[in-house]
């Protein structure tokens, strides 16, 4: 049976969300006041590590443990020619992480991170969106359910990513309905394409804004309309790590837009995630905006599939090495500011 049995039940869960540890900040905060450096000198990753701290609960964080999890889910509203690939190539790739030979792969054994990839009905794509919701409340309830419990406790920090042919258009339908706009404001190339598969892509993303109209005040039903398998599991292991008290990274334009509804659905509902890295993917920076983030990076990725997020996890380890490696002022015998 599915951690959540009803949208009612799955809502009350992202709407009482627990919050950060402020005496945590406080202690990091302290710590660095005392390093041997002037005050803010770090920058961004003096936030960061604060963060970390913040979100772990904890007065000195740690990565000892980075999990990257990515979810694979195919979308029937590739059907409709939004996509220069066939659906195969999503179980392709599936294959190809299990096997060692994606961009992930390496960056994960960079950062020292288990990767662990999560396919979801890829047999059975979600409905296409333009002719009816993408999924059933129970299949969404089941999605959701599945990214929570792959969530586990012990986690430092999470990173979290996709694979799944046709998800830009379902990540940019999902935006439009929660931000607003139109499908020529959140459409992109996606895997490459061309002016008259981006035409198309927009005109799907507008027909099914407007065959879902009546659900786009609701953040929950939004999702189970417009998104997709892979984008309900982000959701729920966002949620899961809210709980257990783990930082997230999200990666790219889907990732950001399959975790969006904690954000509306809740104030600070997305404060214990950091976007990782802007997509070149259109309608990311438009979404980042939106929610009022900062990404840790901009190097024009649009890959999916966690790489940014692995690849932002390397400058939150250079964060905590500095907070937590640094001698202060008195350990050193330095003199401080007088």
Known sequence: MPRFTSLDDLRTACTMLPSGDTEATAAVRTRQSELTKPAGSLGRLEDLAAWLATWQRRPTPRLDRIDVLIF???????AQGVSPFPPAVTAQMVGNFANGGAAINQLAATAGAQLRVIPLGLATPTHDFTDAPAMSPSAFLEAVSIGYDAVEAKTDLLCLGEMGIGNTTAAAALAAALFGGTGAEWAGRGTGIDDAGLNRKINVIDRGLALHHAVRQDPLQAAQSLGGRELAAILGASLAARYHGIPVLLDGFVCTAAASPLARLATGGLDHTEIAH???????????????????LDLGMRLGEASGAAVASLILKAALACHTGMATFAEAAVSGRA
């Open 278 to 296: 802007v997509s070149a993917e259109a309608g990311h920076r438009r979404l980042v905006a939106a929610l009022d983030k900062s990404p840790v």
């Open 72 to 78: 694979a889910g195919n979308h029937g509203v590739t």
